[in-house]
Structure formats: C-alpha cells, structure tokens
C-alpha cells in the first residue's frame, strides 16, 4: 500500500509565490526525501531529511518533518517557472532495506 | 557522461511480445532497482539489486524477470506482455547506507 501521501494534488501559482505542499505517511521511518519530476523525465532527489530531524533546508527549499504526525512538509520559496514539475516525498522505513515507498505526488504550475 | 541510463526510452510493441529494458550507471553504486510509474504517477517500486544479488522482489508476475550481469548494470525482462504492462519504468541506483537514489530518465513501455 501506499507509504506517503501528497496533498495537495495539484498546485499552481505565480512566479515569486510560495509553494506548500505537505506529505503524511503511516508507519515509522528511518528518514524522508522529497524527489522532483520534470515532465517526461526521471525523479531528482532534492533533500532527505532523517526521523531525528525537524528542519532542514537547502537553497530555496524548507523541509520539516513531524514524526508525532507523521507528516513533512515541503516549501518552496520564491517559486520560478523553471519550480514546475510534480514533487514527490518518499520514506525508508527500518525494515525496508532501503526499499523507498513514494507517493503520487503534487503537480506544481508555477506560471510567470 | 550520464549516471544512469535506461535504453529503449521508448517502447511500443504488440500483447505476447517479449522486451528487454536494459540499465547502466557508472556512479560506483552497490544497489540497483527497478520502479514502475503508472498513467497516474504513482511509483511502485518492483526489484532491487545489492551488488549482482537480488534483494527486493516484491508482488510482481513472474513474466518480469531481472537480472544483474554486474554491480552497474540491471535489465528488466518482460514476457507476454500485457495492456496492463504499459508505463513508464524507471531504474535507479544508491550506494548502499545512503538513501537518496538516482533515477534514470525512465523507458515507456505501451502494449497495443
């Protein structure tokens, strides 16, 4: 079954806006990434944030993360065009070896 | 120069045919794995390989077969195919411990 759930599903915004879109997922992790889909292309990994973390940033991106929750959300600030794409979270779990479960994802439209 | 990479990117082919995807990645990683992205995005990981020995199989027919000759390459065999085949399948790679995986650009596979 399905480990992370995005939601929102689809998202669009300006140029300049910010975009927010959070994951939540049900058992314990060992850590969360977020992974990035250009249209017609593979996944990019963007930032992994580990099960002892809350916060963590990287460039424009903010990542948190709510184990009591079980939840992280994903921020993008001053978004561009070139931000469109569909955002992914994904958790390792302790007894996956390494087996990521992926959600369906959040399909951000950032127009200028 | 590329890390991963899958070939065909394309694949168009008639029910009960046999295909092959085959995949590469010259990033010195131990694990390899194949994923499968439906008409809805969703990513579904199928096989994954630690260093030529098969690690994760999850529930998948047994017309899919994969195999790893050496740590860098992992191809994907697939008989009598089926409608329900077509998507994009995606292979991927990490360096065992790390977590974060590397996607290669994805082979989408339409059965007619």
């Known amino acids: 079954s399905q480990q992370g759930e995005e939601d929102p599903q689809a998202l669009s915004i300006q140029e300049g806006e910010n975009a927010t879109m959070n994951c939540s997922y049900k058992t314990s992790i060992n850590n969360l990434q977020w992974y990035r889909q250009n249209s017609g292309r593979g996944l990019v990994h963007l930032i992994l944030?580990?099960?002892?973390?809350r916060e963590k940033h990287s460039g424009r991106l903010r990542v948190t993360l709510d184990t009591s929750k079980k939840s992280s959300s994903l921020l993008i600030t001053a978004s561009r065009a070139a931000d469109t794409a569909s955002y992914f979270c994904a958790t390792d779990r302790p007894d996956s070896w390494g087996k990521l479960q992926f959600g369906a994802g959040t399909q951000v439209v950032v127009t200028p | 120069d590329t890390a991963v990479s899958q070939t065909p990117k394309y694949l168009v082919t008639q029910m009960g045919n046999d295909k092959s995807i085959k995949c590469e990645q010259n990033l010195g990683h131990d694990t390899m794995y194949w994923y499968k992205q439906d008409s809805k995005k969703f990513l579904k990981i199928m096989f994954s390989?630690?260093?030529?020995?098969?690690?994760i199989n999850e529930t998948v027919p047994n017309r899919f077969s994969p195999k790893s000759p050496d740590k860098a390459h992992l191809n994907l065999h697939i008989n009598s195919l089926e409608l329900g085949d077509s998507a994009v399948y995606f292979c991927?790679?990490?360096?065992?411990?790390?977590?974060?995986?590397?996607f290669g650009e994805g082979s989408r596979l339409t059965v007619l």
């Open positions: 390989y630690n260093n030529k020995e098969l690690i």
């Open positions: 991927a790679s990490s360096r065992q411990g790390t977590g974060e995986l590397f």
């Open positions: 944030i580990r099960s002892n973390e």
